[in-house]
């Protein structure tokens, strides 16, 4: 059979090993793998790393209602840029993403997108964590992970309500389950704060969020998940606190998940000295020390995957004072190279906590994150793990360029991205 | 000293003994019957107030009229700022108007640094957020000093809402770099939460600390502290930490008492204490002046810019 | 040459090579009598002339002036000191030094002031002088004594009394101290 593509010369990596081999591609779907195989178009791909495609577990790409920061196309190319053929859309747009209308408003925007795009939804109407979203409705529409990202369900008792409901929706999802993605953070503690509490925030005079803030809801939630048994994840853990939290709680064999970002294992919260609002983000950075919880967590698989949260802003809005500034940061697109360059982390369990893990959790396992096997989805990341460069976020793809690593030399660069068996970048250049 | 008053911290200990020093001859000029010198003509300084501050205004401006400067005010309240200009593009269009000096209030921590990044012109911090006060810390190691001889070894005790407090911030590091020793004296709550780092210590009994206090300086205490549950009452609060007539009579003959004002009368401070000779509230807003003038000089006037031809 | 311009290193200031003297120790005495004498002439004695000296370089000739004015007259006029950084158009060629205090010991109103400093040049410093001094009453006179006048006038500003008139080049420096006056370069 004639292969459409063919990615010539690379090292595959995926959940079942390591092996040199080609990768032919035709009709979006892998038909070949082997020696010497010939295709229409060919990529190269000498001495880099063939994986399955990444996911992102967590982008914000502003799209509806934020189109002058980001839009699903921009958002889309940068991810592609970044090596993901998915990521997960998080809900906090406007109007946000907690009715049928506007998940199908996303998943028609993302038609033709650079990646997949993966709409989440909101556990409660417009995130305000008072009524349950109609999650049973969304689900049907294909919405496989729920969250209010950008504040944590503070009711306890409409949490657990939501964790009960959740774990009921089968009948909707073609017997998928769906989970509960839980941005930990006690507002009554951390409310009126803009950057971690602690020595930093005491010396710079900003206000603190303290880091007990987002412990207590992991530790809340861990006791939820074991009343109800459904799932939950948690989303970019960045204290020691709570990495030890979920740490036990799988532990005691708790079917829970984390993911963490990856600026909560490259910056701290000294990076806000200048009181540049590019280091402003929610969850706050940090200290060292929940660095180095974050990095271990990321080592021994208490976090299983690794997510950016993605959050562009205009440049207008993170030129206001380091309080008035919205958080968030970019991350799509220097995620890989940090991961590389931070984490001590062996090449298959990085491109685990990459590719296949998010793609379990974010429901998404049958298309993205799957073995380099024929018969299998073209979701397909191609990169060079040796490759120095350094970061600009004007040379992003993203609108907005509130790039916390502006200058940082960083190793690790991908080349081609293949999704839905299109090359969508190839040598680095975004095709659509 | 660079073009830019900031921070105590920028500043250093020689920026301090330098304004300092510099000090005295502007309160010599204030002095005069025309206190008066054109030092700065031909300079324009614009206010860029966000917080209300008719005090430290006030200072500035007196200090930049005794130096000839022009002056303008952009006042926030009725500004562009009120119809949503950023303040970026307020700096911007400030410094086209081609001034040479931006003096700064503003509640957000850390503001003054970003204007500094979007103007060429000189920029003072007038108080940012819970940061800094420099130029209230200087004119407190100037009060001191004129009546107490040189801070260094002395023990000063900051007294009340530190947390909270840019004079504090400014002033635990002025009086530090100056060699005074600083205890810092508040209920936990009022504190920040962590004072890694802080060259000071740390009490919760003001009565321990008094009698070896060389200078006992006393923070505003706000009604919305309790309201955010920081101290259950105004009484508590000053039962545990106002400047009583009982505690000053601990204190050695010598200690000053002093505010950065306006003072709550009653409740940090009790009111026949205020108006005692060591109390030197009125020294500090006098000598405010001419310390601004001091900082206004060296950072617009001073600088050593031509070659000296034959003499 | 000033303790303000001794005291600045280069490039702004310089060390100051002295060539050859223009006036000893005894010369320069008998130039302080002379003025003295010319300023009780001038103004048929004493009665209200206040000598101000001004920062740096005229404060110690204008105590000299005095003392000999006191050996004269049997009485000593009034002496005050005044630092005119703060007034000079060309600010930033000299800083202010903390300890070049003014100190007008007198309301200079209807009085006859006579300005003394060591050398006279471009006639800018007197200038700030003039303005410095009106800032402490509106005198009825106000005179100038200098120990050297080298030339080079930028403004309409002449001496009343002068220790020594002394052509130089514009890149020559004059050095007025106790032991008489030397001119040479600063060598930069």
Redesign the interface.
């Known amino acids: 059979m004639n292969a459409d593509l063919v990615i010539r010369g690379g090292r595959v990596v995926d959940a079942t090993g390591e092996r040199r081999t080609d990768v032919a591609i035709a009709d979006g779907v892998i038909v070949d793998v082997g020696d010497d195989l010939a295709g229409d178009r060919v990529l190269e791909a000498d001495g880099c790393v063939v994986s399955p495609g990444f996911v992102d577990l967590h982008a914000h790409l502003r799209q509806p209602g934020k189109e002058d920061a980001e839009t699903i196309a921009t958002g889309a190319r940068g991810a592609a840029l970044g090596g993901f053929t998915a990521v997960v859309a998080m809900p906090n747009t406007d109007p946000c993403m907690d009715t049928a209308a506007v998940i199908r408003e996303v998943l028609d925007l993302a038609d033709g997108a650079a990646c997949e795009v993966v709409p989440s939804a909101a556990i409660t109407v417009g995130r305000a964590g008072e009524h349950l979203s109609p999650m049973a409705e969304l689900a049907q529409l294909g919405v496989r992970m729920f969250t209010d990202d950008g504040t944590g369900v503070q009711d306890d008792r409409l949490m657990k309500r939501a964790l009960e409901y959740s774990s009921g929706l089968a009948p909707f999802t073609d017997g998928a389950s769906v989970t509960l993605a839980q941005h930990c953070e006690v507002d009554s503690l951390s409310e009126g704060g803009f950057m971690h ?3 930093w ?8 969020q ?1 880091a007990e803030a987002e412990d207590l809801m992991v530790m809340r939630d861990i006791a939820l998940a074991r009343a109800t048994g459904a799932r939950v994840h948690f989303q970019h853990l960045s204290t020691a606190g709570s990495v030890e939290l979920v740490r036990r709680a799988k532990a005691s064999g708790l079917p829970v998940t984390a993911e963490a970002t990856t600026h909560h294992f490259t910056l701290t919260d000294a990076a806000c000295a ?3 609002p590019v280091f402003k983000v929610h969850p706050p950075l940090r200290t060292d020390t929940d660095v180095a919880a974050v990095k271990a967590g990321l080592i021994d698989g208490t976090i299983d995957a690794i997510a950016t949260d993605h959050a562009p802003h205009t440049r ?1 809005d993170k ?6 500034a919205p958080p968030g940061m970019l991350g799509l697109e220097s995620a890989l190279a940090l991961a590389l360059t931070e984490l001590d982390l062996p090449l298959p369990q990085l491109i685990a906590r990459m590719s296949w893990q998010p793609a379990r959790i974010a429901g998404i396992d049958d298309r993205h994150g799957g073995p380099v096997a024929v018969g299998r989805p073209a979701n397909l990341t191609v990169f060079d793990p040796a490759q120095v460069w350094t970061i600009s976020g004007e040379a992003m793809a993203s609108k907005s360029d509130n790039c916390p690593y502006e200058g940082r030399e960083v190793r690790g660069r991908v080349r081609h991205t293949v999704t839905a068996g299109e090359a969508v970048v190839i040598d680095g250049e975004v095709q659509r | 000293m660079t073009n830019h008053l900031l921070s105590i911290e920028e500043l250093g200990a020689d920026g301090i003994r330098e304004v300092l020093q510099l000090s005295h001859t502007f309160v010599e000029v204030s002095a005069r019957a025309i206190p008066r010198v054109p030092a700065l003509r031909g300079k324009t300084l614009a206010w860029l107030f966000y917080e209300d501050s008719t005090r430290t205004r006030l200072s500035f401006e007196t200090a930049a009229k005794r130096l000839s400067a022009d002056t303008m005010n952009f006042s926030v309240g009725s500004s562009s700022v009120n119809k949503g200009e950023s303040l970026r593009d307020t700096v911007e269009t400030i410094s086209a108007m081609g001034v040479d000096c931006i003096v700064v209030r503003h509640g957000s921590s850390g503001v003054p640094w970003r204007i500094r990044e979007w103007t060429d012109a000189s920029v003072i911090n007038a108080g940012d957020g819970w940061h800094q006060h420099p130029t209230q810390a200087l004119l407190d190691c100037f009060t001191i000093e004129q009546r107490l001889g040189p801070l260094d070894g002395r023990h000063v005790a900051i007294v009340g809402d530190i947390k909270h407090s840019r004079v504090a911030r400014s002033n635990v590091e002025a009086f530090t770099a100056l060699g005074a020793d600083v205890t810092l004296v508040g209920p936990r709550t009022l504190l920040p939460p962590s004072l890694d780092g802080w060259p000071c210590k740390v009490s919760h009994d003001l009565d321990a600390v008094v009698p070896s206090a060389d200078v006992v300086y006393l923070l505003r205490m706000q009604n919305e502290r309790m309201n955010e549950a920081l101290v259950p009452s105004m009484r508590e609060y000053s039962m545990g930490y106002g400047m009583t007539m009982e505690r000053v009579g601990a204190l050695a003959d010598h200690a000053l008492v002093m505010h950065p004002g306006p003072m709550n009368r009653g409740v940090e401070i009790a009111p026949e204490v205020a108006d005692l000779d060591r109390a030197v509230m009125v020294d500090q807003v006098r000598n405010g002046v001419a310390v601004r003038m001091a900082v206004l000089y060296l950072l617009l006037g001073s600088g050593v810019e031509l070659p000296v031809e034959g003499v | 040459m000033a303790e303000r311009e001794r005291r600045m290193s280069p490039p702004f200031g310089g060390v100051f090579l002295a060539r050859s003297e223009v006036l000893s120790e005894s010369d320069m005495t008998r130039a302080l009598r002379r003025i003295a004498h010319e300023i009780i002439e001038a103004n048929h004695g004493l009665d209200d002339v206040v000598l101000v000296g001004l920062q740096t370089g005229g404060i110690w000739l204008a105590e000299a002036v005095a003392s000999h004015l006191a050996e004269i007259e049997g009485v000593q006029p009034p002496v005050g000191t005044i630092d005119v950084a703060l007034y000079r158009d060309d600010i930033g060629l000299r800083p202010v030094m903390p300890e070049a205090v003014t100190h007008i010991p007198v309301d200079l109103t209807n009085k006859v002031v006579v300005l003394v400093d060591d050398v006279l040049f471009t006639g800018r410093t007197i200038r700030a002088a003039l303005d410095a001094v009106t800032d402490f009453g509106r005198p009825r006179a106000v005179q100038l004594a200098v120990m050297i006048d080298r030339g080079h006038r930028e403004l309409p500003i002449r001496p009343d009394f002068v220790g020594k008139n002394l052509p130089t080049k514009r890149s020559e420096a004059v050095d007025v101290h106790r032991g008489g006056v030397d001119i040479g370069e600063v060598q930069k």
């Open positions: 509490e602690g020595a925030s005491s010396k710079l005079g900003i206000p603190g303290p200048g009181y540049d207008h030129e206001k004072p380091f309080d008035q």
